[in-house]
T-cell receptor, first 113, second 114 residues
Framework: GAGVSQTPSNKVTEKGKYVELRCDPI?????LYWYRQSLGQGPEFLIY????????DSGLPNDRFFAVRPEGSVSTLKIQRTERGDSAVYLC???????????FGEGSRLTVL | GDSVTQMEGPVTLSEEAFLTINCTYT??????LFWYVQYPGEGLQLLLK?????DKGSNKGFEATYRKETTSFHLEKGSVQVSDSAVYFC?????????????FGKGTMLLVSP
C-alpha cells in the first residue's frame, strides 16, 4: 500500500515478555519516527531516525526500549521485560523532512497483562 | 519545555453548527503549528499548518490563525458535517532542529449529529 504500515495492529502479552513492533514507512521517506499514545493523551515522541541512524532517541523512557532501522526503511521497536505501564498505542510516522508534515500509521495497540 | 493545551472534549454539535476548538501553546522559540485529525479506525492525518505569526492555515473548510501575541492556534469551521466527527490534535514543532519532533496536545473529540 501507499501508506505507513504497522504490524501487529494488536498485541497482548504478559508482564516480563519481550515484544517487537514493526513499521514499514512510505517508500522514499528518509525520516521515521516512533510515538507512544496512552489513553486520553496525545502522542509522545520516542525516537527519530534519519536513514539508518537514530538521530534523536531522547524520548525513549528507559533502556528496556530500543529501536532499529538497519536498511533505512523498515523499523522495529523492541521492548524488553514489558511492564503493565507499557500498555499504549505505538505509532509510527514517516516524512520527507518538511517540518511537521508526518504521515502516521494506524498504530500497534500493546496490552501488557 | 514546549507544551500544547487544548480544550477538553467531547465537543458535541449538530450538523451545520459553527465549530471552535481552542489551542494554546508554550514554546521557547518560534514554532510551526499544526492541526492533525484522527478519523475512527484511521491514522493521524495532517489537517493544516502555519509556520509563522499571522499565517492562516486552511483545508477542507477548517481554518486556524497563528496568533503569536496570544500564543494560540484555534481551529474553526463555519458549518460542520457528520463526517467531521473525529479527534483533533493541536501540535507544534520547534524550528531549527532540522527535523520534526512534534509536541501534541491531548486531543479533542468532536461528535457531530445529523
Amino acid at each position: 500500500g501507499a501508506g505507513v504500515s504497522q504490524t501487529p495492529s494488536n498485541k497482548v502479552t504478559e508482564k516480563g515478555k519481550y515484544v517487537e513492533l514493526r513499521c514499514d514507512p512510505i517508500s522514499g521517506h528518509t525520516a521515521l519516527y516512533w510515538y507512544r499514545q496512552s489513553l486520553g493523551q496525545g502522542p509522545e515522541f520516542l525516537i527519530y531516525f534519519q536513514g539508518t541512524g537514530a538521530a534523536d532517541d531522547s524520548g525513549l523512557p528507559n533502556d528496556r526500549f530500543f529501536a532499529v532501522r538497519p536498511e533505512g526503511s523498515v523499523s522495529t521497536l523492541k521492548i524488553q521485560r514489558t511492564e503493565r505501564g507499557d500498555s499504549a498505542v505505538y505509532l509510527c510516522a514517516s516524512g520527507t523532512g518538511e517540518a511537521g508534515e508526518l504521515f502516521f500509521g494506524e498504530g500497534s495497540r500493546l496490552t501488557v497483562l | 519545555g514546549d507544551s500544547v493545551t487544548q480544550m477538553e472534549g467531547p465537543v458535541t454539535l449538530s450538523e451545520e453548527a459553527f465549530l471552535t476548538i481552542n489551542c494554546t501553546y508554550t514554546a521557547t522559540g518560534y514554532p510551526s503549528l499544526f492541526w492533525y485529525v484522527q478519523y475512527p479506525g484511521e491514522g493521524l492525518q495532517l489537517l493544516l499548518k502555519a509556520t509563522k505569526a499571522d499565517d492562516k492555515g486552511s483545508n477542507k473548510g477548517f481554518e486556524a490563525t497563528y496568533r503569536k501575541e496570544t500564543t494560540s492556534f484555534h481551529l474553526e469551521k463555519g458549518s460542520v458535517q457528520v463526517s467531521d466527527s473525529a479527534v483533533y490534535f493541536c501540535a507544534l514543532s520547534e524550528k531549527g532542529s532540522g527535523y520534526s519532533t512534534l509536541t501534541f496536545g491531548k486531543g479533542t473529540m468532536l461528535l457531530v449529529s445529523p
